[in-house]
C-alpha cells in the first residue's frame, strides 16, 4: 500500500523559512514524479511545485518560484520542499502526491495527510 | 496559464439522481485533464485520468468525458456518500492548474 507522510508544518514569522518532507513507502519512489499541493483553508486546491523521477526536472508555479525549492532524496524515499522568504499568502495545508508518472507532472494519486503552515506574526 | 472553470458552483440533488459538472479550459489541452474528490476534512481523491478514465477501484457510477477545452464529469446515480467538493485540473501545460471546484450536497 501507497503511504505518503508529510512533517515539518508549523506556526512561523513572516519572512521566515521552513522545511517540509513526505515520507514515502510502498512503491519505488525513483520511478515517480512527485508533487507538492496545497489548500488554504476553506479555498480550492493549488499545485504548488513538482520534481521528476530522478530530481533532474523541476516545476514550480508562479506564485512560489524563487522562494520554494523541491527536492528529493531517493535513497531515503522522502521528498521536501523547503520554503523561505515565507508570506501570509503561503498558510495552507500542503499535500505531497504521488504523480502518475515519471517525468512531467500528470495527476496526483494517492495524497499525503497534508501538514499545515501558517505564516503568521 | 491555463485557466480552468467550473459550473456549476454549487449544485443540490436527490439520491439517486444524474448529476453533470463541466470543466471548461481557456485553451485547448486535448485530453490532459483530471478530475477529484473531496470530501469534506478529507484529503482530495482521483476519479478519472485522461479525461475519461475511471482510476482502479473508483465505482463505475463516476464518469468522465470531453477534449479540447471542455469537459464532463457525471454521477450517473447520486449516492450519499458522494457527498464532496469536485476539482478539475489540467497538466497539459505547467503550471498545472485546478478548477475552483464544485460542491455538491444532497438535497
Known amino acids: 500500500e501507497v503511504q505518503l507522510v508529510e512533517s515539518g508544518g508549523g506556526l512561523v514569522q513572516p519572512g521566515g523559512s521552513l522545511r517540509l518532507s513526505c515520507a514515502a513507502s510502498?512503491?519505488?519512489?525513483?520511478?515517480?514524479?512527485m508533487s507538492w499541493v496545497r489548500q488554504a483553508p476553506g479555498k480550492g486546491l493549488e499545485w504548488v511545485s513538482s520534481?521528476?523521477?530522478?530530481?533532474?526536472?523541476?516545476y514550480y508555479s508562479d506564485s512560489v518560484k524563487g522562494r520554494l525549492t523541491i527536492s528529493r532524496d531517493n535513497s531515503q524515499n522522502t521528498l521536501y520542499l523547503q520554503m523561505n522568504s515565507l508570506r501570509a499568502e503561503d498558510s495552507a495545508v500542503y499535500y505531497c502526491?504521488?504523480?502518475?508518472?515519471?517525468?512531467?507532472?500528470?495527476?496526483?494519486?494517492?495524497w499525503g495527510q497534508g501538514t499545515l503552515v501558517s505564516v503568521s506574526s | 496559464d491555463i485557466q480552468m472553470t467550473q459550473s456549476p458552483s454549487s449544485l443540490s440533488a436527490s439520491v439517486g439522481d444524474r448529476v453533470t459538472i463541466t470543466c471548461q479550459a481557456s485553451?485547448?489541452?486535448?485530453?490532459?485533464l483530471n478530475w477529484y474528490q473531496q470530501k469534506p476534512g478529507k484529503v482530495p481523491k482521483l476519479l478519472i485520468y485522461?479525461?475519461?478514465n475511471l482510476q482502479t477501484g473508483v465505482p463505475s457510477r463516476f464518469a468522465g468525458s470531453g477534449s479540447g477545452t471542455h469537459f464532463t464529469f457525471t454521477i450517473s446515480s447520486l449516492q450519499p456518500e458522494d457527498i464532496a467538493t469536485y476539482y478539475c485540473?489540467?497538466?497539459?501545460?505547467?503550471?498545472?492548474?485546478f478548477g475552483p471546484g464544485t460542491k455538491v450536497d444532497i438535497k
Open positions: 502526491a504521488k504523480d502518475g508518472s515519471y517525468g512531467p507532472p500528470r495527476w496526483f494519486d494517492p
Open positions: 510502498g512503491f519505488t519512489f525513483s520511478n515517480y514524479a
Open positions: 520534481i521528476s523521477g530522478r530530481g533532474t526536472s523541476t
Open positions: 485553451q485547448d489541452i486535448s485530453n490532459s
Open positions: 485522461d479525461a475519461s
Open positions: 485540473q489540467q497538466y497539459y501545460n505547467p503550471p498545472i492548474t
